[in-house]
């Protein structure tokens, strides 16, 4: 099974970005957690950040026949995003949406989420943990949408 | 480590009810796959199911000083009960909300959750495998809110 | 044909509560009456009220296998409880919703109902004769829904 | 007892527009089985089609002293017009709003209607049986007011 | 001076339709007043009603050329009909809303006006002495808009 | 008969205030049409202007037995003002509301009046002379909320 | 005089709940302050707990006849449950609204009070001396709704 | 292929009505070269227009069977009118929906269209080229809905 | 203890302003009954009222370091001002919201409270003995916001 | 003339992404058929692709002097952007919107266009013959905006 | 050049008031801060403040011809005055709009300004530094509206 | 003190873009205004332009460290970018809004921005100026957050 792992802006900068709500875990940390439990559970990963709203757009179609699944936490593009979301329907790729904090117990505009809709599910609140909880997800659900 | 599992109203139709929707797995199977996962993570379960909110609400109430952590699926009550979110926060006990089905791909007032703000976390959309998720995380994550 | 009559909150009060919408019948008459035209079109008929939300959802429950057709009023649940929608449809049970007064005509709060959706058709405004015209619809409609 | 039964828009259509929402009954069928039960029930009945909100209010304002209630099924006016909410009050003869479909399944602009308020009472979902209770109701439901 | 007074639907029904609300005064009353005011202010004027908004939208559209004022009372259709409101700006003829009630302080739906925006000016609340003070502001105000 | 006309913020600059919107007409000049109109109809009048919200509320509360009918308008407080409403209602003395310009054909903001809902009527759009119309209203219909 | 007074779900906890909102005052502090002030002004009282909404609905019918007032404070009911209105319009008893802290000040869906439309009063913000001043509200003023 | 072009209330009045938004183009103009044009690709037309809603409820019905496809510009009926929504899906005839003026950057209740959501497409802006681009589709699409 | 009360506009009506809603007391009424309970209860009262939203203002700055808690009846101000809202906060005086007549029972407008978010709490729909409530509440309750 | 076609994100993906939706057409085969029409009409014809929102504000603002009219199919970014609307106005090239689905008949978020205020006209359900509409939109229409 | 600085309601208790938000210094070293400015820029100045509404609509309308610019700092009164609104206007004086705080980043309602839509430009965020700004705009931006 | 200017989409065609609007003076101007008055200040100053929101997230990112303070022209992306938002406050730079326009004057979408609840104040509508006066802030004002 291969995976990839995709994180939207500002996560490049975790650990050292508002620690009180995102925990001092930095985004390499994450990268190597999954590593290590992707390798536990028999599956190989990709995992990559971009700012960039099309980067992540062109990522998502390009995973089409080289992917089995996503694991995406777009950030702060979840919430308006329609080419993010219209992606993840045209790529085919079934996808599941994660975020470290509660996205529902934030500002009123954080608990929209674009993805959510078309994506597989969701995990959100657990920390980096979110990213484990999807990864053990992709690999033991049947995940056709 | 001692997980409460509770289950809102008509989750005892599990298997029979909109299949289409939340699969064919029991209540009972759903029950018995979690026993056996606890067994594995050194954890112990108590699992029950209501249609009654405020047996709900005194169930919760009463974890206080006897459980570590909640896993719950208020099911149609998660859109709009107060009383369960108080319940929640003045029993202490870290929560952790879970849903069978994708509650952010459905009718749109099944996307307003109430319990989701007091929540630990929210995982949804994974059928009962949901469950598993939640469980592990409970273990994994230090669940203080 | 077999029909259960399922009657919400306050409706044990019917006859002395607010006289100038709900008229001076008890529910006691309502049964009586149903009971005397059930007998007339050849069906059999069970007639409960509970004040409880949980109740009403497991006697929707029950219902599967036993009943053919189910006539609900509700009352104060009919605009909140996404329980006894999930309840409706999980039964797979034909549902018609009744009222006496003419909810469309009083406060705007009562204008919304969430077992509409879900139930095969509604009755509303006709005092005591809802629940016959409700009872004629079981027996002369093909209530598949 | 004098009944006028008025159809709206597109109902001389029934039987060819949208057989699954509507069924394959035509609107001479509906009005040959109201005259049946009618002569049962001992009462009279007028029974009309327009597509002209116009000639609607314009029949309305006229049953005044000829008829002793109206069963109205306003169809797509139902969910817009003040004119005919108008003429049902002005004409002071007690109405009876009657639809084939369950307006309240379907989209939402068709969920509000602007004759419920000033009406009887609704009948809603049951095909042309709908039309039927509205008639039996008429006969044996003191329809003041 | 030549004045074309419209009459939307249910105004033939004054002195019979809620007379609480509207008066026992009959359109025919108001015609009769309006005629006579109209030869002491040295006016002529046109008086007409109809249920039909078509008929509405042409007598509107018939005007230019003819007719150097319109006092419009839409009654049910002012709330709605984007129809009047194109008629009105196309001929070009100032056009005053007049109503008997005072439709600010009934229900909501009668507050908004799709006429006042296109109107010189509204006149509201004075029973049928409004259409008197409408005519005379044809008479007396630079009625250009 | 007895009249209070009463004028809000900013009338005073009329004449020199957005001449587009609201005429070269100042407020003495509408002072003196009034006075030479009211003694054509018999009427006695008094004419004040504030700009202060609790002084408007003040020259309300002291018509009370000393006017026949109040002419109000509110300018900038017509939109906010619930003290201006509940003093019309607590003098008791019938009030018209009356504006220069067209109200509902300006910024959103300026469509809703607290005043009207209380009034007995409202005369809008008609430059100074809609004062005339409202003078003409109080003498001429029986003003009795 | 006799009043009873209704506490709902999660009152029970009182004293270890959220102590920063609701303080270190248990509901049997409460109940004893209650009582002995009853004393004091020469009342007799009933005080009761739940957590089950039907529960609540039930005791609020039953104190017809045998109780001369309500004191009410529904908690996390209060904000969605129409069974709990109906209830007290059905019993015919005065009840009076009460609430530790203060509503208004918290979070937005806590603003909305389904039961303060039905209610004689409400008292809100005041910890516990709230349910006396209510208490004083029973015995002094004349409690016809 | 034959096609029923139907034109709403107040075109009628095009070239003389608001030249500014709709051009100085007359229908009869517009007529002629869409005659033209449609001799060129081979079609019928039948080419009509009314004032009322009824009228053109009636032609869209009359089109089944007789026509191929329907170009319709609602005019104001196009904002509000669930009747010739209806019209539409019963008549089971592909319709186009055409404006002159480009109906997203006027008045913000020109935005809504009841006509678009069963429409086959939807031209608008283009002032009357806006009818010949709908004739070329119409020819050149394959219509079924 | 010394304290304010504070009466908004058109309080000094009471007795004769809508009785039917506020009763036959007079502001004097209330000012000599509360003078009477503040000796019994040993606190200084200082007793205002004022139609202007500026004079309640200052009368609210004033109090700093002179007056222990004010009771504020700030009448139709209370559903909008910012101002009055800012003073309480400015003047770090603890406040409490009272209001003869249920608010919450009224209309729409009357429903929010712009004072009671930063109120020590709101007593309303006691009559005059929401004061004497208020007073007592004053002097019994630790009232630090 | 030259045309600038502009498309945006996702568009790339037409063929395999959602064919039910929008087809098996693949983008090259749309711009080839472009091609062959603007030979066929005598047009220039530049187009591009691309999923990057940036890209495609720099793409409209160099159309400035190069090009004669712009198509633009802004897929996801027609919902939310603002820069794409200020792109189009700052560069003064007229702009024609087009789209493959008819968006007034699918997701509620795709109703609303950010581009649709400022263009020349939208086209909008016609598949790919949509983008050959616009073209001779170009060609036929002056498209001074 | 004349410039005129107006505060409005609470801002004389600054220093007092709430530090945390605007800080300790005083209205008068605002003023004293504002008036060596002044000097050294080459400007006169007018500084003033009222908790009263209607006072500073006056002082605004006195404006006109004696000051080149206004300064607004209307507090409390921002969110809603239109009378405040209509004398910016009716003066004809460029008036550029100043806060302490961030008004964006507080509660919902204060970051509405009435104000705002017809002032030059608005400060907010920087404290008394906001007032500097200001007085450096009036003196360096052509202030033409 | 170091300063680094950001300037969002379209900024580049400033002096062509909507001169009635946004005036003729260039992008490049402002550059040189800016630094200019940064020698005078005894600023440095980095001054970049980005048609890109990644790319303008990844310019705030690196500020970090870098910079003292940033003055952010967002453009099109502040109402709606959350990714910008998130950037600020991952940054910990102190940020300053600016606007040429007065966005509160404008449409209604203008109105609001994702950007000012985490920026230390707001400046708009002060043409080019509104970068001095932001400047003059960065300097002056203690920017702590």
Redesign the interface.
């Known amino acids: 099974m291969k995976i990839l792992v995709l994180n939207?802006?500002?996560l490049?900068?975790l650990g050292?970005?508002?620690p009180e709500i995102y925990g001092r875990t930095t985004l390499a940390d994450i990268e190597a957690k999954m590593r290590h439990h992707a390798g536990q559970v028999g599956a190989e990963m990709d995992f990559r950040q971009?700012?960039?709203?099309?980067?992540l757009?062109?990522w998502i179609?390009e995973s089409?026949g080289h992917f089995d699944a996503i694991i995406l936490n777009a950030?702060?593009?979840?919430?308006?995003?329609?080419?993010?979301?219209?992606?993840i329907?045209?790529?085919g790729v079934p996808t599941i949406e994660v975020h470290l904090s509660?996205i529902?117990?934030r500002e009123g505009?954080?608990r929209k989420?674009?993805i959510?809709?078309?994506?597989?599910?969701?995990?959100?609140?657990?920390?980096d943990?979110?990213y484990?909880?999807a990864l053990?997800?992709c690999v033991?659900?049947n995940a056709s949408r």
């Open positions: 939207g802006p500002n490049n900068l050292q970005r508002e971009s700012n960039d709203e099309g980067q757009v062109s179609q089409r950030a702060g593009y979840t919430h308006t995003s329609v080419a993010l979301r219209d992606a329907v045209a790529s509660n529902h117990a505009f954080r989420s674009m959510a809709g078309v994506a597989k599910g969701q995990v959100t609140g657990f920390g943990y979110s484990i909880m053990d997800a033991n659900v």
